[in-house]
């Protein structure tokens, strides 16, 4: 089942259809030759409507980065396609792709290594207008100001360097240059993951007026879970090149289907008024190689209700009964659709 079936306000500005990204591996001392590949990116669905965000979650190395780049067309996709605004963008030539540039945008995530240390704020906001041809009304300082004061920098840092910025500063002016095509599209990944915990709400609460501001839609990669549930309207979860579940915000948070997405939840740091102790998942051995990833279910190796069906068959992403359209699960055995944390039955050798 495509993930476009999802529920959401706006029309799919964003397609991603059977996108895979395997890596090759070389191997020998004079001759080099293919010896395996990386399967970072397996074959996966996704839709962001226009005014929307989809957060993107999942643990470190599950190809949540390279979706990100993949859709913003900086990696060459080995397999599906790549749909932007009705226009297929996968396999498009450079020439192809440069009408659609200015709309499809992306914030980094280290703010220390995005910015030319060598290249003032100005010169660093301003080079995507100089680059397009775009001369905006009053020129191009006097936008470059502007965005900076939206972004809420002082305009007079213009002829300042990144070295004399804090890193919550210089990720604002990551998002300035991002702002200044101005794009439908911006693909934030991991915006926020190298900011002190202040900072972070500072800049997901400018993402978030920006959006309100702008209409612009978001594919918010993230592994923070409080930050997305409070950034997006829709998230997917990632596992090992995979796409595993998907829904909008409130129903995969109070009521997650598939065990990986439950284990992830569980986790998440909760205060309770009860001060009861909330039951934790914790996952058995480690995420397997993307290399050699699992038979069947990929999840299969570290999930407490595998069985041997989860070894020769992949889920397919389908809606369970008891959800709602737009609520995707791929797991042959999910959990059931009550509230989050509280019918958790586990084997004793998974409980923390």
Known sequence: MSETTGESGGEALLELSGLKKHFPLTGGLIFKRQVGQVHAVDGIDLTVHAGETL??????????????????????????????????????????????RAEIQMIFQDPYSSLNPRHTVGSIVGGPMEINGINPAGGVKNRVQELLEIVGLNPEHYNRFPHEFSGGQRQRIGVARALSLNPKLIIADEP????????????????????????????????????????????????????????????????????????????????????????RIRLAGDVPSPINPPSGCRFRTRCWKAQDKCATEEPPLVRLEGNKEGHLTACHFPEQPSVHGRDVVLDPALRS
């Open 55 to 100: 957060g993107l979650v999942g643990e470190s190395g599950c190809g949540k980065s390279t979706t990100g780049r993949l859709a913003a067309r900086l990696l060459e996709p080995t397999a599906g396609n790549i749909r932007y605004a009705g226009q297929e963008i996968g396999h498009a030539s450079r020439r192809g792709l440069k009408p659609i």
């Open 192 to 279: 926020v993951s190298a900011l002190d915990v202040s900072i972070q709400a500072q800049v997901v609460n400018l993402l978030q007026q920006l959006q309100r501001d702008m209409g612009i839609a978001f594919l918010f990669i993230a592994h923070d879970l409080a930050v997305v549930r409070h950034f997006s309207q829709r998230v997917a979860v990632m596992y090992l090149g995979k796409i595993v579940e998907i829904a909008d915000r409130d129903s995969l948070y109070t009521r997650p289907r598939h065990p990986y997405t439950h284990a992830l939840l569980s986790a998440v740091p909760e205060v309770t008024e009860d001060d009861e102790p909330r039951e």
